[in-house]
């Protein structure tokens, strides 16, 4: 069964770091997402991307993070000066296209903010 | 996107039925109710989705009555490796809906 793929499976920075978490979408899916879960809370949506450019993003979502596309595969969220409160389980999730009735998640990308 | 309630925690012996039930009173039309799974320090996982009345696949059942002000995700003989949270989720699937929205789940904890 295809699957969306996330790397590093957990990342240990400072304080201030910029931090680039990548993930690889199921290869026929158009839709994408990002959502974080802070150890013991629920899972939070961020943003979805769609045709090159965000279609939503929540309150989260600041000036801190952004996301790209680079080449057609990957699918990256940058933090650009991580916080402590960053620290959190971070899931990449796909979807084929508007009819998709399953978001597919990622394993999750574990970031450590120390 | 309609709320959902469902309960905090479950405690099951293995090998019985789980039910799991969600009530959704505000659900729209065009709203579909859809489970997930998530074990922990994993992404979740589709379990099953239905429109109305019965659905069945390899892992569970969901029913919905008519009204669709509730369903009840059904786990038949569960084992220990069914201790995870399960999330019912309600909304419009199609027609360009964006994202899935989690509550906090109800936590099943699957005892020997």
């Known amino acids: 069964e295809p699957e969306v793929t996330q790397t590093p499976s957990h990342q240990v920075t400072q304080m201030g770091q910029e931090v680039i978490l990548r993930c690889v979408p199921i290869s026929n899916h158009l839709y994408f997402y990002w959502y974080r879960q802070i150890l013991g809370q629920k899972v939070e949506f961020l943003v979805s991307f769609y045709n090159n450019e965000i279609s939503e993003k929540s309150e989260i979502f600041d000036d801190q993070f952004s996301v790209e596309r680079p080449d057609g595969s990957n699918f990256t969220l940058k933090i650009r000066s991580t916080k402590l409160e960053d620290s959190a389980m971070y899931f990449c999730a796909s979807r084929v296209d508007s009819s998709g009735n399953t978001i597919y998640f990622g394993e999750g990308s574990w970031l450590t903010v120390v | 996107l309609a709320k959902t309630t469902q309960p905090i925690s479950m405690d099951s012996y293995e090998g019985q039925e789980v039910n799991i039930t969600c009530s959704h009173n505000?659900?729209?039309?065009?709203?579909?109710i859809t489970w997930y799974q998530q074990f922990p320090s994993q992404g979740p996982r589709f379990i099953i989705q239905?429109?109305?009345t019965k659905v069945t696949n390899e892992v569970a059942s969901l029913f919905i009555p008519a009204d669709r002000k509730s369903s009840t995700l059904s786990l038949p003989r569960v084992s220990l490796s069914d201790t995870a949270v399960y999330y019912c989720?309600?909304?419009?699937?199609?027609?360009?809906?964006?994202?899935?929205?989690f509550g906090t789940g109800t936590k099943l904890q699957v005892i020997p």
């Open positions: 989720l309600v909304g419009p699937f199609t027609g360009g809906y964006q994202k899935v929205t």
């Open positions: 239905g429109y109305k």
């Open positions: 505000n659900i729209a039309t065009n709203d579909y």
